[in-house]
């Protein structure tokens, strides 16, 4: 990419440079201009609360052209790995992958709330843990590579993170957002299971608040997850405690 196309972006501090090249070793990736990943990475409400910032520099434009471009790598590997499946099916098995749960739990996965800049007020009723803001920009982090490093660059790397999710949602071994289901017929072969979930707690304002909630099996915890409401905390916490099954049963 031409660096003409990124010289108005906000120039990165050399500490902020350092954090995010952290980050691109941790996924093993590498990126040209740091300032595409440090937009991506910037929420609204930094940019409107910070002085001498400019309001529009935050990261929905890349959110926006990060979402096509997720969309378009999930399509082409389900349309070249299952060529049996018609436009209905793809499409419906699409939605499950590039859901908002399944997009958090990539973002919680890699750490990008440890390295989103947000305002005070965001920042301390928790919205670097907020499903809906770490699942934006887990996608706006991608439309920055993608404008960075090309299309098959953008491609490797999102495979990377979820190809193992989209085979088991297309081979019909997952169904993103029902885990609970899921934890019950895992368990249906057991003689005597009692299954409970509990509130362990809750964080931020009562009109943005993150629940986390507990899987009990005959009383013993299994699991815990996290979600804007206490559905999604505990579908989560559902998909632990199954992953904790299969480790016991492998």
Known sequence: ????????LPPCS???RSQLQELCESLGIRIEHYELLNLALTHTSFAHETVHYPHNEHNERLEFLGDSVLSLIVSTYMYEHFPHFDEGRMTKLR???VCEASLYQ??????????LRMGHGEMASGGNKRPSILADAFEAVLGAYYLDQGF???EKYLLGLLEGEINAVCNGLV???DYKSMLQEHLQHRAQYEISYEVLGF????HNRIFTSGVFINGEEYGSGSGRTKKESEQQAAKEALERLKKENA
């Open 1 to 8: 990419m031409n660096m003409n196309n990124f010289t108005g």
């Open 14 to 16: 050399e500490e902020r």
């Open 95 to 97: 939605a499950q992958v």
């Open 106 to 115: 990539c973002a919680k996965r890699i750490g990008l709330g440890n390295y």
């Open 152 to 154: 098959a660059a953008a």
């Open 175 to 177: 169904m993103m957002g």
């Open 203 to 206: 964080e931020g304002p009562e």
